[in-house]
């Protein structure tokens, strides 16, 4: 009979979704900044006004929106992984996560309002 393995330092994730997290936001990211670099290169003098004109494309808004998505999960398994194997004492972990997970969330908050607010 098998031995059941339980995780009580990562609320029910497995390492396979973590991987998987880290794996398609890397894809994104790497997409998105193809595509921006390739927009700087195309248009080397870009003036805010068409700046501002691109952004104001809804696949642009929401492609830019998923980016930051990942950036946030990306962040979030990265450095969850790195409190969890690094930092020991249980509180300091908990309170470094804590403004992990505030400072991720507020970059969230903040993106969503520049594209749609």
């Known amino acids: 009979m098998g031995m059941m393995v339980r995780s009580v330092t990562n609320w029910g994730r497995s390492g396979l979704s973590d991987w998987l997290v880290q794996r398609m936001s890397a894809v ?6 193809l595509f921006m670099a390739s927009i700087f290169v195309q248009n080397p003098d870009l003036t805010f ?3 501002q004109a691109f952004f104001d494309v809804t696949w642009v808004k929401l492609f830019t929106l998923l980016t930051v998505l990942s950036v946030v999960g990306h962040a979030w398994v990265g450095l969850w992984t790195v409190a969890t194997d690094y930092i020991k004492p249980a509180i300091i972990r908990f309170f470094f996560l ?13 993106t969503a309002t520049a594209l749609w607010g």
Do not use: H, P, R
């Open 28 to 33: 994104v990211l790497a997409a998105y900044t």
């Open 98 to 110: 804590i403004v992990v997970g505030v400072t991720l969330f507020v970059y969230l908050v903040t």
């Open 49 to 51: 006004s068409e700046w």
